[in-house]
């Protein structure tokens, strides 16, 4: 079993960055991809940005691609997101999920263990 704690989130201005940290509990992090979602009030969840731990591949929504960079720190079995040029539409609680599930990477029914959530702010 994994359990994944956010971390890093807060309030913030148009065009500043932050960066979101997932502490991976457990014997067997290293067999399960992560990854990041978020959900803006009143809309679903949404993928963020999703890491393999094997091999480090890396998967981001359209949307986020280019601004937001996942990454991992094995010693630490902690996963990052480096969010920069955020804009308030990038407002919204952010999850971190573990998982191996049956689905694709992007599909939130693939990851088996969430955390709790940070909220992310950012202001125009």
């Known amino acids: 079993q994994v359990q994944p704690v956010e971390s890093g989130g807060g309030l913030v201005q148009a065009g500043d960055s932050l960066r979101l940290s997932c502490a991976a509990s457990g014997r067997t992090v290293s067999n399960y991809d992560m990854a990041w979602f978020r959900q803006a009030p009143g809309k679903e969840r949404e993928f963020v940005a999703a890491?393999?731990?094997?091999?480090?591949?890396?998967y981001y929504a359209d949307s986020v691609q280019g601004r937001f960079t996942i990454s991992r720190d094995n010693a630490k079995n902690t996963v990052y997101l480096q969010m920069n040029s955020l804009n308030p539409e990038d407002t919204a609680v952010y999850y971190c999920?573990?998982?191996?599930?049956?689905?694709?990477?992007?599909?939130?029914?693939?990851?088996?263990?969430w955390g709790q959530g940070t909220q992310v702010t950012v202001s125009s």
């Open positions: 999920a573990a998982g191996t599930g049956p689905y694709s990477r992007y599909d939130s029914r693939r990851y088996n263990y």
């Open positions: 890491i393999v731990w094997r091999n480090s591949n890396t």
